[in-house]
């Protein structure tokens, strides 16, 4: 039963990504692009790796952690003030990604496949990781929030144990936290 909750997650995920679409339209939040890019790309990869070893409902929050922010990236281009500035980083990102394609393709072996993808969706998050700790005003914590509850709803569902199954959500589990962290930190520290 706690298996569909990952049901739950998508239509949080969905309302996460409305969020930060609206704190963009009303200039509050700031993206960029190329990590809301990565972003989507990396956890479709996942999905399509996860899905081809059997993976079930465990793989919908996985889905959703690419469709939200692929929905952020195009509305990106209605915002004045978003970044799209390429950087070496970005470069690697993107290659990380055709890696994690053409390996999977090579091996048949959905592991390498999520490998790749955390690698590449980790160095997509360093951009926006320093602009959390430099600039918490630029940014909402919503969607990571929400990111974390998914990635847990995850392990919920899964049926059999395997690295292509678990370790996205578990990676998003972390990531999540770490950008939530990075985000709001100043507010934590006033706490202590």
């Not at 990102?93 to 393709?105: K, T, Y």
């Not at 998914?150 to 999540?176: D, E, K, R």
């Amino acid at each position: 039963m706690l298996q569909y909750l990952v049901f739950l997650s998508a239509g949080a995920f969905l309302l996460g990504a409305y969020i930060y679409v609206k704190s963009m339209l009303t200039g509050n939040v700031k993206p960029n692009r190329v990590s809301w890019l990565l972003w989507a790309i990396a956890p479709m990869i996942a999905f399509a790796a996860a899905i081809s070893d059997g993976a079930g409902l465990a793989a919908v929050p996985v889905l959703m952690a690419g469709v939200c922010p692929l929905m952020i990236f195009i509305a990106s281009f209605a915002v004045k003030g978003t970044k799209w500035k390429l950087v070496k980083l970005d470069y690697a990102c993107g290659i990380l990604s055709v890696l994690a394609l053409v390996f999977w393709a090579a091996t048949n072996d959905p592991d390498i496949a999520v490998a790749f993808a955390i690698l590449s969706d980790g160095l997509a998050s360093v951009p926006t990781l320093i602009k959390g700790w430099q600039y918490p005003e630029t940014e909402t914590g919503w969607p990571y929030l929400i990111g974390i509850f998914g990635g847990y709803t995850s392990f919920l569902a899964i049926t059999a144990w395997t690295f292509s199954q678990y370790a996205y959500p578990a990676y998003l589990v972390i990531v999540s936290i770490l950008l939530v962290l990075s985000i709001y930190h100043k507010r934590i520290l006033t706490y202590f």
